[in-house]
């Protein structure tokens, strides 16, 4: 799909330029002539979305970090500090505090678009693999950050998330004292933790790279599923997709720009507006909410080590998924029992996340009049969590009847009546 | 396919109401709903229950509770209670000065307290009056003796209060005027606490500080407990977001930006794939 480039440079400067470095000729090739199928739908902005919150994050980061002081006497100051005194200071944090949680936002959308249309499946696998491999270097920047403000929540939720290395036989202790620098949460720990905070956005940028060359080679996957098969089924990325993308965009920044002016604490959570007390344990630490379904996770299991087994394992499932599904086809749109297990595990993800956020004791409403509560709740949203990944998607596709899928991208949109090849190749 | 997008948007739907049960939960009173002129898109400070409710902080809650995030000049910046307007409000046009620090009122308030500063040219500290551009003063020397004189209990710092609380300023107000409430059979309240609904725990070291006629405020208004809590959790609203009104006010011009933009990239998106069957 990314065939023979058709750049023609025009001016002597562009020739120079491409018989050297030919950089212009690259963008050219990714992001204006690039071949992309017609049928995308709205599901599929979010590629340009996410790329649009990371850098806004870089940037409010970069000036952020100018006004930050990484030391646990004065980090909860320098960041009232930013709020009150800095020019736009207020601005610049709510965009970077509420700028994370609207990125986590895209990102499960564009993970959740991935599982729906099957973008995992051969060819994409590696595309998929540096896909969870940024959402893990997500995670571990948005952890991290959360730790700056040196608010209650920082500490302890830091100390909650290094305490679950301690879970490792053997190892886990020193592996703990070598992430914190010392004996406990402390200044190491912070200095340590502002440093790679600023580190990992630059390596998500690279493994981005990465990710859109991964993207180019076989070419957008698309709601049918079916591989692109003659120019017919495609258009130029510019200006089709730059404009489709465009307005996708300017509508996310409108709910952004909702919760930066008109809500901007409301994702986050009261106590890290207490600054960080070693000797005062918050009543109930939880993480922010992009996390709170993996903390289900860990919480369903008796278990120390193996609930972090199980935590890690909800993601490190998601690297082998090209290989657990075992159905030929890509689109659940034509496959009509794997979607009702999407739906299934849409809501699974959702009701852990939920879970999360409750304590282990408390009833389930309506369902605690027959004694669920939410540790149980959990458990069995976990088990289905994994289900779907070991058990479902393997066993669906030999049990499985697909629905007839037509026979190309330009005949799904026309309703057939285009001119596509009558015996369609396998995907 | 209808089916499915409906069952989508059940699930959606009841992912909505149940993050919003789970954040509404909670254990202990919620505080009384209250209309502050601050709350919605447009928003702004009562400048006057600003300055009213510094009077409260002054007299009532400074004795023990730190700002320590603030300085003096603060108050005269742009949306806090002796900014242009307020100086208006309050008829002291006269006295007012785009730098805080020139503020007359500011330097004022700030005189009434000492601050250490040195070491001058022989090495000691001294005690000057307090200027414009001097943080508000602990009560306190260390979280010790805050603690010492306080049965074991440290008054927290207020400078973001309503934002270290569920509830905000409504949990401040309801907090100060919660002290009236039967205590439980089953609640053993020891010597120097004392019941308190809104708290969490419903247990709290901090006496009723408040009386009525407890202040004398200047513009006359009579100092009701109801009042005096209203004001000063309308000050220290303030006191955690200063600048809530440029906030709201840039909020306003980013929103119709944005919708303008959407407006024209979705005419822009119609127009440019008009002959594109997709």
């Not at chain 1, 997709?241 to 920044?253: H, N, P, Q, S």
């Not at chain 2, 300055?51 to 320590?68: D, I, K, M, P, W």
């Not at chain 2, 001097?134 to 010790?144: G, L, Q």
């Not at chain 2, 303030?238 to 929103?255: F, I, N, Q, T, Y």
Request: hydrophobic share 45%; aromatic share 14%; with cysteine.
């Amino acid at each position: 799909m990314s065939g023979p480039s058709t750049y023609d440079p025009k001016t002597g400067i562009e020739r120079w330029l491409d018989s050297r470095l030919p950089i212009i000729r690259l963008g050219y090739d990714s992001f204006v002539d690039f071949p992309t199928p017609k049928n995308l739908n709205y599901w599929y902005t979010f590629g340009g979305i996410l790329t649009v919150c990371l850098m806004i994050q870089i940037l409010t980061g970069i000036v952020l970090a100018m006004h930050y002081v990484p030391h646990v006497d004065y980090a909860f100051a320098s960041i009232e500090r930013i709020d009150r005194d800095v020019n736009f200071g207020w601005l610049l944090r709510n965009i970077h505090a509420v700028g994370a949680s609207m990125f986590f936002l895209a990102v499960y959308l564009h993970i959740f678009r991935g599982l729906y249309y099957g973008s995992y499946k051969a060819p994409r696998e590696v595309l998929w693999i540096l896909g969870v491999v940024i959402y893990l270097l997500m995670m571990a920047a948005a952890f991290l950050g959360y730790v700056l403000p040196w608010g209650q929540m920082s500490f302890w939720g830091a100390t909650v998330i290094t305490e679950l290395f301690g879970a490792i036989p053997l190892v886990g202790g020193p592996i703990t004292e070598w992430l914190w620098g010392g004996f406990a949460v402390g200044n190491t720990t912070l200095n340590r933790f502002f440093s790679l905070h600023y580190l990992i956005p630059f390596l998500i940028a690279g493994v981005v790279g990465l990710h859109v060359w991964a993207l180019h080679v076989p070419g957008n996957n698309n709601p049918t599923g079916i591989s692109v098969k003659t120019s017919n089924d495609t258009l130029p990325f510019h200006p089709y997709y730059t404009v489709k993308d465009g307005f996708a965009i300017a509508v996310f920044l409108v709910i952004f720009a909702a919760f930066v002016f008109y809500a901007p604490d409301v994702l986050g959570h009261a106590d890290n507006y207490i600054e960080a007390d070693p000797l005062v344990t918050p009543a109930h630490i939880v993480p922010e909410w992009y996390l709170l379904p993996f903390y289900a996770i860990l919480r369903a299991v008796p278990d120390k080590l193996g609930g972090v087994i199980l935590m890690f394992g909800a993601i490190g499932v998601l690297f082998i998924l090209p290989w657990l599904d075992t159905s030929k086809v890509r689109s659940m749109r034509y496959r009509p029992m794997a979607k009702w297990f999407f739906v299934g595990f849409l809501i699974a993800c959702l009701g852990l996340g939920w879970a999360g956020a409750e304590l282990p004791d408390n009833p389930v409403p309506i369902l605690g009049a027959v004694g669920i509560d939410f540790l149980f709740f959990g458990r069995v949203l976990t088990l289905y969590y994994f289900a779907y990944f070991l058990v479902i998607l393997p066993v669906l596709g030999f049990v499985e009847k697909p629905k007839e899928r037509p026979a190309s991208i330009d005949a799904a949109v026309t309703g057939g009546k285009s001119a596509a090849p009558a015996a369609a190749p396998a995907e | 396919m209808k089916t499915f997008h409906r069952v989508l948007i059940a699930a959606a739907g009841a992912a909505v109401i149940g993050s919003v049960a789970a954040w509404a939960a909670g254990e202990y009173k919620k505080p009384a709903e209250y209309d502050f002129s601050f709350e919605g898109p447009f928003g702004t400070f009562d400048r006057a229950q600003l300055q009213r409710g510094f009077t409260v902080y002054e007299n009532v809650c400074a004795a023990c509770h730190s700002l320590e995030h603030l300085d003096f000049r603060h108050l005269g910046m742009d949306g806090g209670p002796f900014d242009e307007q307020g100086m208006a409000v309050a008829g002291m046009e006269e006295l007012y000065s785009p730098d805080p620090n020139q503020n007359e009122v500011i330097r004022q308030i700030a005189s009434r307290t000492m601050v250490e500063d040195g070491p001058d040219e022989y090495g000691d500290m001294f005690m000057r009056e307090g200027r414009p551009a001097d943080d508000f003063p602990s009560p306190w020397e260390n979280e010790a003796q805050g603690r010492a004189a306080n049965g074991g209990a440290y008054p927290p710092d207020l400078s973001v209060i309503t934002k270290a609380r569920y509830g905000g300023p409504e949990y401040i107000r309801s907090l100060l005027m919660g002290y009236d409430y039967e205590v439980p059979e089953d609640l053993d309240i020891r010597p120097g606490n004392y019941y308190n609904p809104y708290m969490s725990g419903e247990v709290i070291a901090m006496p009723p500080v408040l009386y009525p006629d407890g202040v004398v405020y200047e513009d006359g208004t009579e100092a009701t407990v109801d009042q005096m809590a209203t004001d000063v959790a309308a000050f220290l609203h303030w006191a955690s977001e200063p600048h809530l009104e440029a906030r709201k006010r840039m909020g306003v011009a980013v929103m119709l930006y944005l919708l303008l933009l959407c407006g024209l990239l979705y005419a822009a998106y119609r127009t440019l794939w008009r002959n594109v069957k997709h």
